[in-house]
Each structure stands twice: as C-alpha cells, then as structure tokens.
C-alpha cells in the first residue's frame, strides 16, 4: 500500500506543476480581460437603456442589448470560479504529496 501511495504521489508531480501554471495563466487573462469586460459591458448597458428610454419602438432589442451586457459582465467572474476551484484543488494534491 505504501509503495502505491509513493507511485501516486511521483505521477501527480507533474500534474501539480501544470495545474500551477494554469492557475497563474489564468489569473493574468482574468485581471487583464476584467478591465476591458467591464468596459464592454458598461457601454453595452448605457445604449441599451438609452434606446429602452428614447425608442419605444425598438425595446426588445433593448432588453436583448442588456442580457449581452450581463452576459459580457459575468464572464470574467466565471473565470476567476474556476481559478479557485483548480487552485483548490491544486491545494488538495498538494496535500497528499505531504501526507
């Protein structure tokens, strides 16, 4: 059982080392896209309910402008979900290997 457990740990070695640099890639294209998502989306919102206000006419494509909008806002947050969940997981292997 012990010379299982010292194989495994040898085999998640690399394992570890990928998972760490995907979470650290990760967290550059999320802090550097965040700002430009932000941006995005803030725009997307403001003509959205500009042409809600002034183009009674047109408002379902208002209310569609403004799921894109969310849509475009919740990516980033999306993102930085999955960073923590291979960050804890990464902590978690982490773990074993000391165990």
């Known amino acids: 059982m012990k ?7 040898i085999v998640l070695l690399p394992v570890i080392l990928a998972m760490t640099l995907l979470q650290w890639i990760g967290i550059i294209v999320t802090s ?3 700002m430009f998502m932000n941006l995005i989306s803030g725009l997307l ?13 047109i408002r379902w494509h208002a209310v569609n402008i403004m799921v894109l909008a969310f849509a475009v806002f919740i990516l980033p947050h999306l993102a930085k979900w999955m960073i923590y969940r291979i960050t804890d997981l990464n902590l978690s292997m982490r773990k074993f290997i000391r165990s």
Do not use: E, M, Q, W
């Open 32 to 34: 550097c896209s965040r």
């Open 45 to 57: 919102f403001t003509v959205a309910v500009i042409g809600y206000l002034f183009n009674p006419g």
């Open 3 to 9: 010379l299982f457990k010292v194989g495994v740990k």
